[in-house]
C-alpha cells in the first residue's frame, strides 16, 4: 500500500507495542484498516505509559508524515488516542 504524505485516516483503532529498537512503549495500527501495522503512531506520551502493553486505543484521525531521515509514521489528532475495550 503506498501512503500519501498529507493525507488522513479516521478513527484508527491501535495498540500499544514495546519497540524492541528501541525500549519505548508505542503505538500501531491494529490489522484490517488498510494501514500497516509496522507504522508507529505519534500520541500522546503519558497516555502510551500509564497503560499496559497491549492495550486498545482509538484516534478521531491520524496523518501521514515523514521524518527528515524518510521514515513514514503516522501522527494522531492532537497527539489524542482514546482507551478503548
Known sequence: MKLIVGNYYESIKCESFKDNETGRIRVRPL?????????VIE???SERESN???TKFIT???KVCQKPDGRIYLRAKDQFI???D
Open 60 to 62: 478521531e484521525n491520524v
Open 82 to 84: 482514546k482507551k478503548i
Open 43 to 45: 500520541c500522546s506520551k
Open 31 to 39: 490489522d484490517g484498516q488498510n494501514l500497516p501495522t509496522n507504522l
Open 52 to 54: 499496559p502493553i497491549g
